[in-house]
């Protein structure tokens, strides 16, 4: 048996089909590494999203696969031997789902290089989605080794590889009567909701969604060994009790969330020493990126009467309600990561900080205006933004004038009197020409 | 014609490992093997006829790979009609289709082991087997090149080595000299004759001389009938002066054939 497996691995479809799933999948990720740089769980749930080629993929390959008997010719050959049909193509499956699950795996693997300097929270959620994922190729491999088999035309790989990413397209909410949750549990490329850097996908989720893909991988392995007709309507019995299973499994109707959040990526983790700097455990790595540059912007707000004696992370997403209130005595800072997995522009990460002397516009619905909120961080940091001569660097440079005209203490009372109308999502420009905020 | 049953001039060693009786056939509609009695026992039996006699299709029925219409069949004493044990008598077969389908990505050890597998030989003799195989067909310096690459002559001897990897009982060759060369035929005679000590081996075969040179037994069949079941030498016997051929055993085949048309006539 070890040396037919080291033989089919050799010289069956399964090479190929991990060669397309690695190029196919590096390429799509590397493609827009922005999207899934910032963590592990958005590579996972990168890598799901890419499915909607991958999947059809390894349905062509399995298809192809199964034409091999065919196209050799060896089916009398083999008709003569004693070893049964479903033992006959045991190897074959083997092999076809070790290429399947080991491409998608090895494309997943690529990212490690690439983030692993800056991700370093790792949920166990992240290893069901790689898990789904995997598992949803190699059902689809074998689910096409049984059509391949039924149906054992050239035109048959191509065409289920089309009717794959059809089927996939069409596995969507409004195609089924709005239910979010069943699409999530027919499609491997779904349930994955909304990308933030604190996402995850519910553990009944990933459940619901491994139970249906094996009623899948079961259907498709009874119906390829199937030698008589009862046998493949016997098939669909494991893709009933797969669906059965998975209902039982999976949250629906209003107890289905479809962008659920990681309470644990969004606890804090703080820096030694003081003053205090905290992000998210989701971007621990990059404490220690962020601590000197956050503690300079404090230091810079110190001149500040009642000036913010810490710096945390802001944590809040608009999939959320808000986990985390803005206080004065706190700079609420977002973390954004390049598509290295580096903090994206760290030389300006200290002048962000400082906008709006160091208040968040976050909770506010109207935002605050830009044009006051830069100039004060350019007073703060003693730089001088651009002049231009068209808005808002135009404007930016006039309000940074107007204060740097003043006397350091007015200065200071005015950008205080901003801080103040920030908090209060008030009207920033008013403020800053002494009236109310 | 002179009509020998099976019974009668079959080989004496017993048990038979083919026992056919009234065996019928069908291809689509046509009944391409029509009530045959047929007993084989351990030697090398030619199978011979002319195109379209039912010779391909009776191989097939004996290879377990087509179902008879009617009659029994028998085979290494398990009858082939879902009563027996067809994957023990299935263990104990060795075929080569006259459509020899292989795998061309293969090597030759490669697809030979494949072919052990599927025969559900213990795994530990495998290697040993295959190579033995391979070395008797005389494919030991190809024993690692793709099938692909392989000529005509060279694939038949590879379709050999598959038939023989599980040393069967009863072993089955269609057409196995098409592509051989004459040193390669005459090498394949050899193998037949081994083969023949120990099992039961049915060659069927357009080339009357192969068949006279390596076989104990001559099976003629036309039109899905037996015409004729002896030794060579009686074939060689039923030819006269006048009948086509370039050899007695040929002028043997044709005399035969053509008493059995007239008496198919009349």
């Given amino acids: ?437 | 014609m002179r009509s020998v049953s099976a019974a009668e001039t079959a080989p004496t060693i017993s048990p038979w490992a083919v026992q056919a009786e009234g065996l019928r056939v069908r291809v689509g509609r046509h009944l391409a093997v029509d009530g045959l009695d047929l007993s084989l026992g351990t030697g090398v039996h030619g199978l011979l006829g002319p195109n379209g006699a039912g010779k391909t299709t009776l191989m097939r029925a004996l290879a377990t790979v087509v179902k008879p219409a009617d009659g029994r069949l028998q085979l290494l004493g398990q009858p082939v009609d879902g009563r027996g044990n067809l994957r023990l008598v299935r263990r104990g077969l060795g075929y080569l289709p006259q459509q020899f389908g292989f795998y061309p990505r293969f090597t030759v050890r490669e697809f030979v082991e494949y072919l052990a597998w599927l025969k559900e030989m213990p795994g530990p003799a495998i290697p040993d087997a295959v190579q033995r195989a391979i070395d008797r067909v005389g494919l030991t310096e190809k024993a690692d090149a793709r099938m692909k690459t392989l000529s005509g002559g060279m694939l038949r001897r590879a379709g050999i080595a598959q038939a023989i990897v599980n040393s069967p009982e009863v072993v089955l060759l269609d057409e196995p000299t098409v592509g051989l060369d004459p040193e390669q035929r005459l090498d394949f005679r050899t193998l037949l004759r081994e083969l023949g000590v120990d099992s039961c081996v049915l060659v069927s075969t357009h080339l009357v001389e192969d068949v006279v040179a390596a076989c104990t037994d001559v099976i003629l069949i036309n039109r899905g009938k037996l015409v004729y079941q002896g030794t060579p030498d009686g074939l060689v016997a039923e030819g006269g002066p006048d009948d086509a051929g370039d050899s007695p055993a040929e002028r043997g085949y044709s005399a035969l054939l053509r008493r059995h048309r007239a008496e198919e006539v009349r």
């Fill in chain 1, 1 to 437: 048996m070890t040396r037919v497996l080291r033989t089919e691995l050799r010289r069956s479809s399964a090479g190929a089909l991990f060669l397309v799933l690695l190029v196919a999948g590096v390429g799509l990720l590397y493609s827009a590494p922005d999207v899934w740089a910032y963590g592990w769980m958005p590579v996972a749930m990168a890598e799901r999203q890419y499915l909607i080629l991958l999947w059809p993929l390894a349905l062509a390959a399995g298809a192809w696969q199964s034409r091999r008997e065919q196209r050799s010719n060896v089916a009398e050959l083999f008709a003569s031997t004693s070893r049964p049909l479903p033992q006959r193509v045991a190897p074959t499956l083997a092999v076809m789902a070790v290429a399947a699950a080991s491409g998608y795996l090895v494309v997943a693997a690529t990212t490690v290089p690439w983030i692993a300097h800056s991700a370093r929270y790792l949920p166990t959620a992240v290893f069901a989605v790689v898990a789904v994922g995997a598992l949803s190729l190699v059902a689809a491999a074998w689910l096409g080794m049984a059509i391949g088999r039924l149906v054992p035309s050239p035109a048959t790989a191509p065409v289920v590889a089309v009717a794959g990413i059809a089927v996939l397209l069409i596995l969507t909410p409004p195609v089924l009567g709005g239910r979010t949750w069943l699409a999530a549990m027919l499609s491997p490329t779904r349930g994955i909701g909304l990308f933030s850097d604190f996402r995850t996908v519910s553990g009944r989720v990933s459940a619901a969604q491994a139970l249906w893909l094996a009623g899948v991988a079961v259907t498709g392995t009874v119906l390829l060994a199937a030698g008589k007709r009862l046998t493949r309507v016997a098939a669909l019995i494991p893709l009933l009790l797969g669906a059965g299973a998975a209902l039982a499994v999976i949250p629906q109707g209003s107890a289905y969330v479809d962008s659920p959040i990681d309470r644990v990526a969004q606890q804090l983790v703080c820096a030694e020493g003081s003053p205090r700097v905290c992000v998210s455990r989701a971007h621990a790595g990059l404490l220690d990126v962020v601590t000197p540059r956050a503690r300079e912007a404090l230091r810079l707000l110190a001149r500040l009467p009642d000036p913010p004696t810490s710096a945390v992370e802001d944590v809040n997403t608009f999939l959320d309600e808000h986990v985390q209130p803005y206080r004065a005595d706190t700079v609420m800072f977002r973390i954004e990561i390049g598509g290295d997995g580096r903090l994206l522009n760290p030389d300006s990460f200290a002048m962000r900080m400082l906008y709006a002397g160091g208040m968040s516009e976050a909770p506010c619905p109207d935002g605050l205006d830009p044009a006051v909120s830069i100039a004060v961080a350019h007073w703060l940091m003693g730089e001088e933004p651009p002049a231009a001569a068209a808005e808002p660097d135009a404007d930016i440079h006039s309000v940074w004038a107007g204060l740097h005209a003043l006397p350091e203490q007015a200065a200071i009372d005015r950008v205080a009197a901003v801080r103040k109308a920030a908090l209060a999502c008030g009207d920033l420009a008013e403020a800053l020409a002494g009236g109310t905020a």
